[in-house]
Nanobody, 129 residues
Framework: QVQLVESGGGLVQAGGSLRLSCAASAASGHTLSTYAMGWFRQAAGKEREFVAAISWTFGRTVYTDSVKGRFTISRDGAKKTVSLQMNSLQPEDTAVYYC???????????????????WGQGTQVTVSS
């Protein structure tokens, strides 16, 4: 069992930056070594979509095309946090951003929502033009 708590959302002007953080807490003795950690987002009236994912052990990353070169996902094993650094933000990046965990996705790094078993509550990111 893993609990995820996001933070760092807010309002920013186009071209600005935000850094989202996701704190992962697991039951005693429960390892995150086989996990993939992902960020998804859901804009108003739209379906939730994949943004980025990282392998907890290997640090390998994948991104959706629209954020490549602007967003960077990273993890801190000691602090058990996953971050999403978002630069050059555009109004179309406005959405609720969710952190998610896939217990067995360490190698595959899935992009499908259905692969992720644990979800945070979400944090709002609003980019004004």
């Amino acid at each position: 069992q893993v609990q995820l708590v996001e933070s760092g959302g807010g309002l920013v002007q186009a071209g600005g930056s935000l850094r989202l953080s996701c704190a992962a807490s697991a039951a005693s003795g429960h390892t995150l070594s086989t996990y993939a950690m992902g960020w998804f987002r859901q804009a108003a009236g739209k379906e939730r979509e994949f943004v980025a994912a990282i392998s907890w052990t290997f640090g390998r990353t994948v991104y959706t095309d629209s954020v490549k070169g602007r967003f960077t996902i990273s993890r801190d094993g000691a602090k058990k946090t996953v971050s999403l650094q978002m630069n050059s933000l555009q109004p179309e990046d406005t959405a609720v951003y969710y952190c998610a965990a896939d217990p067995v996705g360490n190698v595959v790094l899935p992009r499908d929502i259905i692969a992720y078993d644990y979800w945070g509550q979400g944090t709002q990111v609003t980019v004004s033009s």
